[in-house]
């Protein structure tokens, strides 16, 4: 149980083009998302916090406006970075909140396979 | 405000020798703690996590690690290594208000023949 999928899992793309990432819950509903980007060798950077029904939470530097995120039902959240550039290439991996636990605070996130996007 | 170190970013052991992996953490409130286990191109898969059922928490693939609260340590071991061990290692703590992780910068586990 407590699987999370990631689509595409690599995307190659040109400079100033959209590119659209989807995370799934598959087995469980997930009210809450985590997007993060990780640089190489490097630990997990949260980019945003993705609430099913409402606007995404952004942390302090990540431009909302270039990375677009919808959580628009209970399995899924997408991000989408807009007018990508060589300096979006990364590895960005979503996770979502497994709520059986019934307290929040000891809630596990489960994390997707992650996806290499690489912007020419 | 929660926060997490993981004592030394590379850790070589040779095959069927124990592991430890360091993990230290600071919170004012009862933390909760994860260790989660990162192979090449993947996402993270959960070992083990506390909640304060009981100090020593087993998980998966013969990991288990001791909350030690004296110590506010985490520490992750496993008795003997095995090849496939090798991967990168995050101690993660729940943030009291908000819910978020907090990773730690994460140890890369090199296991020798």
């Known amino acids: 149980g407590a699987v999370v999928s990631q689509h595409p899992s690599r995307v190659i793309c040109k400079s100033g083009t959209s590119v659209k990432i989807e995370c799934r819950s598959l087995d469980f509903q997930a009210t809450t998302m985590f997007w993060y980007r990780q640089f190489p060798k490097q630990s997990l950077m949260l980019m945003a916090t993705s609430n099913e029904g409402s606007k995404a939470t952004y942390e302090q530097g990540v431009e909302k406006d270039k990375f677009l995120i919808n959580h628009a039902s209970l399995t899924l959240s997408t991000l989408t970075v807009t007018s990508a550039h060589p300096e979006d290439s990364s590895f960005y991996i979503c996770?979502?909140?497994?709520?059986?636990?019934?307290?929040?605070?000891?809630?596990?996130?489960?994390f997707g396979p992650g996806t290499r996007l690489t912007v020419l | 405000a929660q926060s997490v170190t993981q004592l030394g970013s590379h850790v070589s052991v040779s095959e069927g020798a124990l592991v430890l992996l360091r993990c230290n953490y600071s919170s004012s409130v009862p933390p909760y703690l994860f260790w989660y286990v990162q192979y090449p191109n993947q996402g993270l898969q959960l070992l083990l996590k506390y909640t304060s059922a009981a100090t020593l928490v087993k998980g998966i693939n013969g990991f288990e690690a001791e909350f030690k609260k004296s110590e506010t340590s985490f520490h992750l071991t496993k008795p003997s290594a095995h090849m496939s061990d090798a991967a990168e290692y995050f101690c993660a703590v729940s943030d009291s208000g908000t819910y978020k992780y907090i990773f730690g910068t994460g140890t890369r586990l090199k296991v020798l023949a």
């Open positions: 996770s979502a909140r497994d709520r059986t636990g019934g307290n929040p605070w000891t809630d596990t996130q489960y």
